[in-house]
């Protein structure tokens, strides 16, 4: 019983740093194209217009290093990579716990009941993610922690809104009405 206990807890935790690094290599790009192989160029951006065999380069000037307002899918990007680190410094502690020589049995038991709830939560967060993106809701995250789902959309929200969403949260997570929060950006 206890080796395959360990075999779960083992496969959430690569599971969990997958989903990680797919984020971290999805949402770290910084969208600077090279153009003509030179990577240094800052003045070629994703978007600039090059004539071909002529003299005459168009450049333009949507330099993304000026500061910009914050828009709802930025913000939400933002509050994705916050959740992944917050949940890459839990998974170190739990790590530093489970591999700690001098750590107690039941010290080790509850980090791998932490873990096991942090790779649930990561699954729950996810399908409800995926089927509200289904859902036409493109850009979205929900957050599960203590017993609570938290969404957040970056549309405005309709009562229909709430009915569709909580439907799925509630199918995903068996989470009652009353634990679920909603939230739109705009």
Do not use: H
């Not at 080790?108 to 289904?134: F, P």
């Amino acid at each position: 019983m206890k080796f395959k206990r360990k075999q779960l807890v083992l496969a959430s935790m690569v599971l969990a740093l997958g989903a990680a690094v797919y984020l971290t290599w999805q949402l770290g790009g910084d969208n600077i194209l090279p153009v003509d192989g030179k990577a240094d160029d800052t003045t070629s951006r994703l978007g600039a217009a090059q004539l071909v065999n002529n003299v005459y380069q168009e450049t333009v000037s949507d330099d993304l290093t000026q500061p910009q307002t914050a828009t709802a899918s930025t913000t939400i990007a933002q509050a994705r990579v916050s959740r992944e680190n917050s949940r890459d410094s839990a998974m170190e502690i739990i790590d530093k716990v489970l591999v700690d020589a001098d750590a107690d049995g039941e010290a080790k038991e509850t980090a791998t009941v932490q873990a096991s709830a942090i790779a649930q939560n990561i699954m729950e967060e996810t399908n409800v993610e995926s089927l509200l993106i289904a859902k036409g809701y493109t850009d979205c995250i929900a957050y599960i922690n203590n017993g609570e789902c938290n969404v957040v959309v970056s549309t405005e929200i309709t009562e229909t809104d709430t009915i569709v969403i909580q439907e799925v949260v509630m199918t995903q997570t068996g989470l009652s009405a009353d634990k679920i929060n909603i939230i739109g950006t705009k």
